[in-house]
Structure formats: structure tokens, C-alpha cells
């Protein structure tokens, strides 16, 4: 079960195969390997990019087995 790596809520909506909305602070991300990738929804549209407001250690999935 993946969390939101922003707000690390569980209300995760899936838009696309392998692309992800969150319920609670409005970003789309996506998993790449062990990592998400964030993205902004602009008002156009378009998609930004919120890596930069993250560390590589909060992009990285927590397995939690
Ligand atoms: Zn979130």
C-alpha cells in the first residue's frame, strides 16, 4: 500500500497505470523503481515537478513488511 511521500496519507487514488492522485494535499505522483516521482497539477493542465521540495530519503518507498 503506497502512502502520499508529502503528507504520507493513505488516501491514494490511482489515475493512471502507475500514476497516483492524493486525496489530502492534491499532488499526483508516480513510482519509478524505489522512488516517487511528485508532480503539481497547474492550473492549465500541466504538470510540475515537486522533487525539489524533497529529500532523497522522503522520495524514497518505505517497504513495510
Ligand atoms: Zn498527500
Same mark, same amino acid.
Given at each position: 500500500?503506497?502512502?502520499?511521500?508529502?503528507?504520507?496519507?493513505?488516501?491514494?487514488?490511482?489515475?493512471?497505470?502507475?500514476?497516483?492522485?492524493?486525496?489530502?494535499?492534491? =499532488?499526483? %505522483?508516480? /513510482? $519509478?523503481? !524505489?522512488?516517487? =516521482?511528485? %508532480?503539481? /497539477? $497547474?492550473? !492549465?493542465?500541466?504538470?510540475?515537478?515537486?522533487?525539489?521540495?524533497?529529500?532523497?530519503?522522503?522520495?524514497?518507498?518505505?517497504?513495510?513488511?
Amino acid at each position: 500500500m503506497l502512502n502520499c511521500p508529502n503528507c504520507h496519507s493513505k488516501d491514494i487514488g490511482k489515475i493512471a497505470n502507475n500514476q497516483y492522485y492524493c486525496w489530502s494535499c492534491f =499532488i499526483e %505522483f508516480a /513510482v $519509478e523503481g !524505489d522512488r516517487y =516521482i511528485t %508532480f503539481q /497539477v $497547474e492550473e !492549465d493542465g500541466s504538470l510540475s515537478s515537486l522533487d525539489d521540495l524533497f529529500t532523497e530519503d522522503e522520495l524514497r518507498i518505505q517497504q513495510s513488511f
